[in-house]
């Protein structure tokens, strides 16, 4: 078990994360569990989920590598992840590690799938190892501010500060505004809003849209945490990041259309 956070670089990443845990309000709209207001007291619990993580992923790896892409399914890498409660901790605590484990799994899942050699599904697996335990860093220092009352309460449930359907043009908006930014060669600014509408915005109507058509919010969860960070860091063009943000739209048209349908669904009920 060994941190990302090297002895030489303690501070230096102690003072990076802590300024991001200041600089970035800690409420999210989705379904987060109480724990996460009391990190400390769940801080074991947190490395135990990292380190069955860790152990779940090795075992698909293994046996991808000695029974072949049969033997496995990639699908379940996602439900491994869903499953822990370090998942909220570290979304509510730092979302850009958050991502990285998000495209850590996705690195495996896409070389699995891809039928790519065990060599290279083992650089992914790293990859994602090292998300998970700089995330578990992460949550770690976090509890210590928590402790000294440094951070807000989470909110355990979702606030309804609009309509379902009206977040959905509102997430449309923000991710205008990710082109825009991109354009403008603020790569930092774009990446940031990407993150802040997938926690404030995309998070609060998740729970809806998972009755309706759960495979959506899973192809949507990829592209906010994995595809479009992943144009955005790699500098590619403005209409490359305009095709990934178009695709994302259309998708959102369709969760627009299934949540009209649930809300309107909730009223004839009442």
Known sequence: MKLLFKPAKTLGASLLLASAFMAQPVLANGPIGEHVNHLQENLKSYAEEVEW????????????DTKGAKAVKTDDLIEYWESVKFHSAIETNFVPVYASIWQGLYGVKMAIDNKEPAEEVRKQQK???????????????????????????????????????ATIDEI??????????????????????VHDTYLHLFEGVEGTLIEQDAKLVEVLEKDFN???????????????????????????????VLIEKAEKARKDVF
Not at 172 to 193: S, W
Not at 235 to 256: F, G, H, P, Y
């Open 53 to 64: 993580m860790v152990g779940k992923v090795d075992t698909m790896v293994s046996d991808y």
């Open 127 to 165: 990859a994602m190892n090292i998300a998970l335990w700089q995330g578990l860093g992460a949550v770690k220092l976090a509890a210590k501010f928590q402790q000294k009352g440094l951070l807000d309460t989470v909110k355990a449930t979702a606030t309804a500060q609009m309509t379902q359907s």
């Open 172 to 193: 449309k908006h923000k991710l205008d505004r990710v082109v825009a930014k991109f354009a403008e060669r603020l790569r930092d600014e774009a990446t940031e809003i």
């Open 226 to 256: 994995v595809t479009l960070p992943q144009a955005i860091k790699n500098s590619k063009s403005v209409d490359e990041v305009r095709d990934v943000i178009s695709d994302m739209q259309t998708k959102l048209d369709r969760a627009q």
